[in-house]
Nanobody
């Protein structure tokens, strides 16, 4: 499985970016797909997950809910993340991965993946 992320950049707080992830080596439509991010000095965390097929079910961590929207185009083997109202704390390297899943922890939703296939990521930097 190969994934290639793109669309990152430098944006001011309150701005928007749209990330893309093109996947190959898998039957794209039949896999959940998700976005993950890793800020300097922090562990990688799941951000959002969309279910396989039509993507009717979507999941977001609390910190991005209402600001980020995940979507997929199965004809193009491409996953998207529309990020609005960006905050400096959204600054991170963003990655996509297949086979994500969501589980509720005591107080929050945690998004993880069963995949070990990662791309190079795309850097998102939000200035204050």
């Amino acid at each position: 499985v190969q994934v290639v992320e793109s669309g990152g950049g430098l944006v001011q707080a309150g701005g928007s970016l749209r990330l893309s992830c093109t996947a190959s080596g898998l039957t794209f439509w039949s896999h959940n797909m998700g976005w993950f991010r890793q800020a300097p000095g922090k562990e990688r965390e799941g951000v959002s997950c969309i279910n396989w097929g039509g993507g009717k079910d979507t999941y977001y961590i609390d910190h991005v809910k209402g600001r980020f929207t995940i979507s997929r185009d199965n004809a193009k083997n491409t996953l998207y993340l529309q990020m609005n109202s960006l905050k400096p704390e959204d600054t991170a390297m963003y990655y996509c991965a297949a086979d994500c899943y969501a589980a509720r922890d005591t107080n929050s939703l945690v998004i993880s993946t069963r995949s070990n296939d990662w791309g190079q990521g795309t850097q998102v930097t939000v200035s204050s």
